[in-house]
């Protein structure tokens, strides 16, 4: 599916593979892209796990997914994102170790937009999907595991997953354009 660049044209899907370079500086919210390569779940639990005993995988590149994935007999059958918000206040050590990606929903605060700046990119993954995002989602490894199934870190290997630029390392944020949108068509519409 063609996403629309600058000028109001078409372009095909950006792909990138992990880990990241600095390609995906060149990124612009709105952009579409396909991931592929490892990419390593995280949530609450594990953001925390990480920021007390360390990061058990190289970050530099890396791409955190804000899921919780079911896992049964060791395959994926769904992997939906969580909201990406919860996750704020501790995602910057991970960006600061040389994380690239955030993938998740319903975007970041403006804490995190400000950190991503010159270093990466949020990657948003439409809510709802978690059966056919698995479908393009190979399970390759565990840690934390003792943190449960959806708190756990997986390691999971990305098969030209679709997701759109929500923030850009330009500062660009689609949901704050979005909010801001939003609340001028509310003011026109119902401000007497």
Not at 71 to 95: K, Q, Y
Request: include cysteine.
């Amino acid at each position: 599916m063609p996403a629309c660049d600058r000028r109001g044209g078409t372009l095909k899907p950006v792909s990138l593979e992990t880990p990241l370079g600095e390609e995906v500086l060149d990124l612009v919210a709105g952009d579409m892209v396909e991931l592929s390569g490892i990419v390593y779940t995280a949530r609450d639990e594990a953001h925390m796990r990480m920021m007390d005993e360390g990061i058990p995988f190289d970050p530099e590149g890396a791409a955190i997914f804000h899921c919780g994935p079911v896992v049964v007999d060791e395959r994926i059958v769904a992997a939906g994102p969580t909201t990406s918000a919860r996750m704020n206040d501790l995602s910057g050590f991970l960006l600061d170790a040389g994380v690239r990606a955030l993938v998740g929903k319903g975007g970041m605060g403006a804490g995190v937009v400000g950190q991503l700046k010159g270093r990466g990119v949020y990657l948003a993954l439409t809510g709802g999907c978690a059966a056919l995002a698995a479908s393009r989602m190979t399970l390759r490894g565990v840690y934390f595991e003792d943190l449960g199934m959806a708190e756990a870190t997986w390691i999971i290997g990305f098969d030209r997953v679709p997701l759109v630029v929500g923030i850009d390392s330009h500062g660009r944020d689609l949901y704050a354009e979005v909010d801001t949108h939003a609340k001028e068509q509310f003011k026109r519409r119902f401000t007497l």
